[in-house]
Antibody, heavy 120, light 107 residues
Framework: EVQLVESGGGMVRPGESLSLLCGASGFTFDDFGIHWVRQSPGRGLEWVAGINWNGRSEALADSVKGRFTIARDNAKRLVYLQMNSLKAEDTGLYYC?????????????WGQGTPVTVSS | EIVLTQSPGTLSLSPGERASLSCRASQSVISDFLAWYQQKPGQAPRLLIYDASSRAPGIPDRFSGSGSGTDFTLTISRLEPEDFAVYYCQQYGWSPFTFGPGTKVDI
């Protein structure tokens, strides 16, 4: 069964850091890009970051550039989202999603998300 | 950054009716790299359409996508009860890969 499982969410204070993990199973992991998308409570979807199959090409939303980084370890079938200097507006449910193909493609299969709360 | 505008904000219809949802981009979406997603309360989004008109695996053929450039449409030919949800478009031709604000389809 194709599955994505996010972990690492939690509650932190503004300015602190969190590392999110996306674990994958059931497909050839290093054939596909992976995206992170977040959703604030009661609001719409916001694309956060994406990475291509070998980790050599990545993209970040303007709102997180300079604070978040994305990386992957194909041997471990993991994608990481390192979030530094967190702000209240980073609060939300963070989903990882398997791309249809490479980095420049839609998000085919999604995990159930991991919640992040940034509050003083 | 490409801004996506979805209309209408809410679409009130009945089962069996046809739904047409619009997504307009502030500039041309390269290679028609546009997707449509369905999201129900408490669930992760579900990919319906990618590359503007390609149906994702397992998606019923009552869902279809069309359009190119800056104007795109998701059509649901005959609404089923399980189709009442929020629908988002997303462009992935230019980074950042922006989403529209969504259209809610309700009864």
């Amino acid at each position: 069964e194709v599955q994505l499982v996010e972990s690492g969410g939690g509650m932190v204070r503004p300015g602190e850091s969190l590392s999110l993990l996306c674990g994958a199973s059931g497909f050839t992991f290093d054939d596909f890009g992976i995206h992170w998308v977040r959703q604030s409570p009661g609001r719409g979807l916001e694309w956060v970051a994406g990475i291509n199959w070998n980790g050599r090409s990545e993209a970040l939303a303007d709102s997180v550039k300079g604070r978040f980084t994305i990386a992957r370890d194909n041997a471990k079938r993991l994608v990481y989202l390192q979030m530094n200097s967190l702000k209240a507006e980073d609060t939300g449910l963070y989903y990882c999603a398997k791309a249809v193909g490479g980095l420049y493609s839609g998000s085919h299969l999604w995990g159930q998300g991991t919640p992040v709360t940034v509050s003083s | 950054e490409i801004v996506l505008t979805q209309s209408p904000g809410t679409l009130s219809l009945s089962p069996g009716e046809r739904a047409s949802l619009s997504c307009r981009a502030s500039q041309s979406v390269i290679s028609d790299f546009l997707a449509w997603y369905q999201q129900k309360p408490g669930q992760a989004p579900r990919l319906l359409i990618y590359d503007a008109s390609s149906r994702a695996p397992g998606i019923p053929d009552r869902f279809s996508g069309s359009g190119s450039g800056t104007d795109f449409t998701l059509t649901i030919s005959r609404l089923e009860p399980e189709d009442f949800a929020v629908y988002y478009c997303q462009q992935y031709g230019w980074s950042p890969f922006t989403f529209g604000p969504g259209t809610k389809v309700d009864i």
